[in-house]
C-alpha cells in the first residue's frame, strides 16, 4: 500500500558529499514524519535525522553540522545531504516514515525503504 523508495548512495572519498533521497508512494493520508537510520557493520541500527511535517528536526549528535534533512510535502519525498563525509559514516541508510494511509481506517505505522549503500574511501 506504502512504499519508500531510496537512491543516491554511492561511493565517495572522504570530505566530499551525497545526497539521499527517499519518496513516499502509494494511497497516503499524512505522513507525520520522515527519516533516516543508518546502519554500520557490527552496529545497532541508529537515528541519524529525523523531520516532522512541522519542519521540525533532529540529528545524531555525530553528524550535526554536517548532514541537513529536508522535506518536500508535495512529493511525499525527504532528502539528505550529507557533507564532509568521513569514513565513520559508511552504512546502510534506510528511509523511515510514520505513515496514515488512505482508508477508512486510519492508521499509523512506519514504512522503511529497502537501504542504500554509503560507502566512504580515503
Known amino acids: 500500500q506504502v512504499q519508500l523508495v531510496e537512491s543516491g548512495g554511492g561511493l565517495v572519498q572522504a570530505g566530499g558529499s551525497l545526497r539521499l533521497s527517499c519518496a513516499a508512494s502509494?494511497?497516503?493520508?499524512?505522513?507525520?514524519?520522515m527519516g533516516w537510520y543508518r546502519q554500520a557493520p557490527g552496529k545497532q541500527r541508529e537515528l541519524v535525522a529525523i523531520?516532522?511535517?512541522?519542519?521540525?528536526?533532529n540529528y545524531a549528535d555525530s553528524v550535526k553540522g554536517r548532514f541537513t534533512i529536508s522535506r518536500d510535502n508535495a512529493k511525499n519525498t525527504v532528502y539528505l545531504q550529507m557533507n564532509s563525509l568521513k569514513l565513520e559514516d559508511t552504512a546502510v541508510y534506510y528511509c523511515?516514515?510514520?505513515?496514515?494511509?488512505?482508508?477508512?481506517?486510519?492508521?499509523?505505522?512506519?514504512?522503511w525503504g529497502q537501504g542504500t549503500q554509503v560507502t566512504v574511501s580515503s
Open positions: 502509494g494511497s497516503i493520508f499524512s505522513i507525520n514524519a
Open positions: 523531520a516532522t511535517s512541522g519542519s521540525s528536526t
Open positions: 523511515n516514515a510514520l505513515v496514515t494511509p488512505n482508508g477508512i481506517l486510519l492508521t499509523p505505522r512506519n514504512y
